[in-house]
């Protein structure tokens, strides 16, 4: 099956198998070694952003991936989104660990980028990694910090009609 997709920034033209999930994809077919691929455990360490929105690579079949965008925490942390998120980090004082710092700030940016404020959808969305290396209120606060700062960035930037 051809797919075309935007992967990091690239379009591309893919032939692959309809059901290959998005994180054997970006590791065999892309080159992204960054990306773990769990088989479908849920772990939630192979979080990327597809079309803005935090979802696990290993349960999107390319099927899915069809004019869609997606976004790898390898590109992301080239973006000034990752500088707004590291800020948040900094004010509240709480860092996700090594192992789901990628997946979380990923999840932290679809947060942002969609607005939610709401401490149980955070929650929930944040459950897509196992990992529990934070704690639930400074998981929450980092978001509302993370809207703060990107509102006043986007805010001091001018704007042109």
Do not use: W
């Amino acid at each position: 099956m051809k797919i075309d997709c935007t992967i990091d920034g690239k379009t591309l033209t893919l032939s692959l198998n309809s059901n290959k999930p998005l994180s054997l994809i970006l590791r065999e077919n892309i080159g992204v070694d960054s990306i773990n691929h769990c088989s479908g455990k849920m772990c939630g360490l192979c979080t990327v952003l597809l079309d803005g929105k935090a979802v696990l690579s290993c349960l999107v079949p390319a099927f899915e991936l069809n004019g869609k965008e997606v976004i790898t925490f390898d590109s992301f942390q080239r973006t000034k989104g990752i500088k707004d998120i590291e800020k948040a980090y900094e004010t509240v004082g709480a860092t996700p660990c090594t192992d789901c710092y990628a997946s979380r700030t990923l999840i932290f940016e679809s947060l942002v980028n969609e607005g939610i404020t709401d401490r149980e959808e955070i929650l929930k969305q944040l459950s897509l990694v196992r990992c529990h290396c934070m704690v639930p209120d400074d998981e929450v606060e980092i978001v509302h910090k993370a809207i703060d700062i990107r509102r006043k960035r986007n805010v001091r930037r001018p704007q042109f009609s």
